[in-house]
T-cell receptor, first 115, second 114 residues
């Protein structure tokens, strides 16, 4: 069975500081994709970053980077230079291989950026 | 660029009624997913379609059905609604970009069952 674990239900960070949101996963498949999504209070799900299990380098997208440690099965999201607009729920998700396979989501981390 | 479009944005129904949620994926995206997110919960996978064929099924009740049409839009049909069906329903579409892939979500349909 696939499983995503986010152990931080809530996090606080000072504006302009960096913050790391933890995510660990459990899968026996060698090939999978990892994602991070942001869900602001308005409810929409916003794609942030993707990491493939065979990617040699950690993914980066602007202020977002993914600290991928395959042996430890962790895929932590690092947000640099936090902004007030970063306050939201953040979900880690994993997709096993194969077209159409469902995405498994973690329970999310609520991030609050303090001015 | 066009995003995933869902309609309606909000829907209020009574118990035992039916509801139809619509999703228009981003053009040329190959897979459509439906997710249900209860209050304070993470999204739960319901069903997916790859090139208009059902490709995977999650925790979708028998009272729900879905399909993807020739124009690639998808509909989630919900019958005999229950109070517990009140949730945010997301549609998402997927695109492959080389060895990478991206999943884009619509803004969701907030269903309230009274």
């Amino acid at each position: 069975a696939q499983k995503i674990t986010q152990t931080q239900p809530g996090m606080f960070v000072q504006e302009k500081e960096a913050v790391t949101l933890d995510c660990t996963y459990d899968t026996s498949d060698p090939s999978y994709g990892l994602f991070w999504y942001k869900q602001p209070s308005s409810g929409e799900m916003i794609f942030l970053i993707y990491q493939g299990s065979y990617d040699q380098q950690n993914a980066t997208e602007g202020r977002y980077s993914l600290n991928f440690q395959k042996a430890r099965k962790s895929a932590n999201l690092v947000i640099s230079a936090s902004q007030l607009g970063d306050s939201a729920m953040y979900f880690c998700a994993m997709r096993p291989p194969g077209t159409g396979n469902q995405f498994y989501f973690g329970t999310g981390t609520s991030l609050t950026v303090i001015p | 660029a066009a995003g995933v479009i869902q309609s309606p944005r909000h829907l209020i129904k009574e118990k035992r009624e039916t509801a139809t949620l619509k999703c228009y994926p981003i053009p040329r995206h190959d897979t459509v997913y439906w997710y249900q997110q209860g209050p304070g919960q993470d999204p739960q996978f319901l069903i997916s379609f790859y090139e208009k064929m059902q490709s995977d099924k999650g925790s979708i009740p028998d009272r729900f059905s879905a399909q993807q049409f020739s124009d690639y839009h998808s509909e989630l049909n919900m019958s005999s609604l229950e109070l517990g069906d009140s949730a945010l329903y997301f549609c998402a579409s997927r695109v492959l970009q080389g060895v990478s892939e991206k999943l884009f979500f619509g803004s969701g349909t907030q269903l309230s069952v009274l």
